[in-house]
């Protein structure tokens, strides 16, 4: 599938507030629709102090800055009729301090909510200089709370059967309500450090909850072997950093190191442990520095990262704006800047943040990219679009990888009778790949170049270019 993370906030303004919203994105779904996406994954919507929101409140609300209930359910319902899934951010490592139950546990030490937090002697946590403890600033002082993030997400205690009830409670929820899939916050931080395997576990716990019909995708920021065990009976998916990682060194140092084949084999591994399990495969994330970003808005780079990530096995998740070439550097902040629809005088345009990099003299709009061919909207419409209709490249493995040249990308992909060659150039000089089969026989699918000349005997591949060919076999 084609996922597309909105960062609600930034995208769409239904009511002139400043503010994104989800009557918003709900204007805009055939604008996702026209573009390929199958699915939006939502940040957090729920009512929280924050204005990123991955500090919860109400679990079961959402933020009046965005909407209602009644909002939501007309959201998922749009969506559904333009056949796009819908995924929530749930955050359920941690909360606000200002969460109900979290003031109430501050109130006693005898209150029932006491025992949903992490709680350690003050005078020890001091001895120990534990920077994840945090003493309160309200209620008895004697004890300090575990907060990973900081002081003001303390973290819930999953060790409590009641806690873990009511988490899975909360899912149930808003599955019921129509939502296709979770996004996992901080699924490897649910125990604290050190206990890995009781993340697993309650990953499984929720797996059989929720059943195989819920599309789960945790946030893992550690290697492939490291996620591996999480997808035995529990997430459906991860997110792949490495990966997203490795693409981009690629294009910056224009050498692919053998990217090829260490996919291959994370990809192999992960089907060890399930044969269902299936990559979650991105260039950047509302945490990160903007792709774009990580070669100064090169236009060239950004179309060849698209290539790249579309070319490659697993569930695409483009972060909203990258199909513009959307730029921004941290603090996080900038990298939420608004979504530049246009730049003429507009109420859709979210103002909650005066944009920094994503500016008339840095960025073209939507509207001026829309009617340009060679813009990297377009640019990713026509990847998608490629993707969607080749079953090699949407399930197809990743095989027959040459690591020969280190600054051509070969690989292919294969499903059933189809296989389709891929070749990206990771260079500024154009490039002739020559083969020696007389009986070589292909269709060009997908050319970064005009005139890409096809040849019996060779392929030219342009400067930051790719050809996709499909090869009768």
């Not at 070439?325 to 629809?341: N, Y």
Request: glycine share 4%; proline share 5%; aromatic share 12%.
């Amino acid at each position: 599938m084609i996922w597309y993370s909105i960062f609600v906030r930034s995208f769409v303004d239904s009511n002139n507030d400043g503010i994104g919203d989800l009557k918003g994105i709900i204007q805009h779904l055939d604008y996702l629709a026209e573009l390929g996406v199958e699915g939006i994954w939502l940040s957090p919507i729920h009512r929280a102090p924050s204005y990123h929101k991955y500090d919860m409140i109400d679990y079961y609300s959402i933020d009046p800055e965005y909407g209602s209930i009644a909002d939501f359910k007309l959201l998922i319902q749009a969506a559904h009729q333009r056949k796009i899934k819908v995924m929530l951010d749930m955050v359920f490592n941690h909360c606000s301090e200002q969460h109900p139950w979290f003031l109430q546990a501050l109130s006693s030490k005898k209150n029932k909510y006491r025992s949903y937090f992490n709680w350690m002697d003050s005078q020890e946590m001091m001895k120990m200089n534990l920077s994840d403890w945090h003493v309160p600033e309200k209620g008895p002082k004697d004890e300090c709370y575990y907060g990973l993030f900081w002081k003001g997400m303390p973290d819930w205690n999953f060790d409590h059967p009641e806690l873990r009830k009511e988490m899975i409670n909360i899912a149930q929820f808003w599955i019921q309500l129509g939502v296709d899939a979770l996004r996992l916050d901080a699924a490897m931080h649910i125990f604290p450090p050190g206990r890995e395997n009781d993340n697993v576990i309650w990953w499984q716990e929720m797996r059989k909850a929720l059943g195989d019909k819920i599309f789960m995708v945790g946030e893992i920021t550690q290697s492939p072997s490291y996620i591996q065990p999480y997808f035995k009976k529990g997430l459906s998916s991860a997110f792949n950093f490495d990966l997203a990682e490795k693409i981009i060194q690629a294009i910056l140092h224009e050498q692919h190191n053998c990217l090829g084949l260490w996919l291959a084999k994370v990809q192999h591994n992960f089907s060890k442990t399930d044969s269902n399990v299936c990559d979650s495969i991105f260039l950047s994330n509302h945490d990160q520095v903007r792709v774009a970003s990580r070669w100064n808005g090169d236009v060239r780079k950004s179309k060849l990262a698209a290539s790249i990530l579309c070319s490659l096995p697993g569930e695409i998740f483009i972060y909203y704006g990258e199909e513009l070439g959307m730029l921004g550097l941290k603090p996080d902040e900038f990298v939420r800047e608004a979504f530049p629809w246009t730049w003429e005088p507009s109420t859709q345009h979210c103002s909650w943040l005066k944009s920094k990099y994503n500016l008339p003299t840095t960025l073209p709009s939507y509207q001026q990219q829309k009617p340009d061919p060679q813009s990297i909207f377009n640019h990713y419409q026509t990847l998608l679009a490629i993707r969607k209709n080749h079953l090699a490249l949407t399930q197809g493995k990743i095989e027959n990888v040459i690591c020969n040249d280190p600054s051509v990308l070969i690989f292919t992909r294969k499903h059933a009778q189809q296989q389709i060659l891929v070749m990206h150039n990771l260079t500024g000089v154009d490039v002739i790949l020559r083969h020696e089969d007389a009986s070589f026989e292909y269709m060009t699918i997908h050319a970064t170049s005009e005139n890409p000349s096809p040849q019996k005997d060779s392929f030219h591949v342009p400067a930051y270019g790719t050809l996709m060919v499909d090869v009768k076999m």
